[in-house]
């Protein structure tokens, strides 16, 4: 499986963006998909996931991005979508996303934060900066 992202950019606060990530793999319906951050100086964040159905995706999101952000999937297109909305400055960082090819993996709360357990691919990140 292979991964590849882009949309990132330089934006404004308050300014919308849209992440775009094209995933290989003959199994993309059943794959968990999901976005992670990794800001300068920090540990890489879970932001969110979507998970495969046959009838109703479940998507999930860190409580930082909840009502901000949006993630999304196209299986006609192996694509994974993150629209952002509102974006602040702490919003900047380095975004991957990733696959759980299994589609067994976790989303959970540890020490007051949400997280995902189980993705095992990854892409290579884009850059989004959020100017004050």
């Known amino acids: 499986v292979q991964l590849q992202a882009s949309g990132g950019g330089l934006v404004q606060a308050g300014d919308s963006l849209r992440l775009s990530c094209a995933v290989s793999?003959?199994?993309?319906?059943?794959?968990?998909l999901g976005w992670f951050r990794q800001a300068p100086g920090k540990e890489r964040e879970f932001v969110a996931v979507?998970?495969?159905?046959?009838?109703?995706?479940?998507?999930y999101y860190a409580d930082s991005v909840k009502d901000r952000f949006t993630i999304s999937r196209d299986n006609t297109k192996n694509m994974v979508y993150l629209q952002m909305n509102n974006l602040t400055p702490s919003d900047t960082a380095v975004y991957y996303c990733?696959?759980?090819?299994?589609?067994?993996?976790?989303?959970?709360?540890?020490?007051?934060?949400?997280?995902?357990?189980?993705?095992?691919?990854w892409g290579k990140g884009t850059q989004v900066t959020v100017s004050s």
């Open positions: 793999g003959s199994s993309f319906s059943y794959y968990n």
């Open positions: 990733a696959v759980d090819s299994s589609g067994s993996g976790s989303y959970y709360y540890r020490a007051g934060s949400a997280d995902y357990d189980g993705m095992d691919y």
């Open positions: 979507i998970t495969w159905s046959d009838t109703d995706y479940g998507a």
